[in-house]
């Protein structure tokens, strides 16, 4: 089994920074992606940015040039660097990573994802 555990929200004015942390532990085999997701209050939820193995990044198009996603394969590790915040970034944070594990001996698939961290920005 899998577990992520996020770090990083808070409170910020607008215009602030903030950087977000997710760590994943269990007997992991390889990480496939690694993505942010957030759910805002009455909205579904979406996915902000994603980083796949070999580096490649994709984000929703109401956060580029502000947001930056980065891993680091050693740790198990995707963070989420936000600047330039915004009241409408305000929401709840989930990281999601898949790829593979091992279970007693066989390798399985997992996706897994992170318990939500709040970001909360003021105007």
């Known amino acids: 089994q899998v577990q992520l555990v996020e770090s990083g929200g808070g409170l910020v004015q607008a215009g602030g920074s903030l950087r977000l942390s997710c760590a994943a532990s269990?007997?992991?085999?390889?990480?496939?992606?690694m993505g942010w997701y957030r759910q805002a209050p009455g909205k579904q939820r979406e996915l902000v940015a994603h980083i796949t193995s070999g580096g490649n990044t994709n984000y929703v198009e109401s956060v580029k040039g502000r947001f930056t996603i980065s891993r680091d394969n050693a740790k198990n590790r995707v963070d989420l660097q936000m600047n330039n915040l915004k009241p409408e970034d305000t929401a709840v944070y989930y990281c999601?990573?898949?790829?593979?594990?091992?279970?007693?001996?066989?390798?399985?698939?997992?996706?897994?994802w992170g318990q939500g961290t709040q970001v909360t920005v003021s105007s």
């Open positions: 999601n990573m898949g790829g593979l594990s091992m279970d007693s001996k066989l390798v399985r698939t997992f996706d897994s």
């Open positions: 269990g007997s992991i085999f390889s990480i496939n992606f």
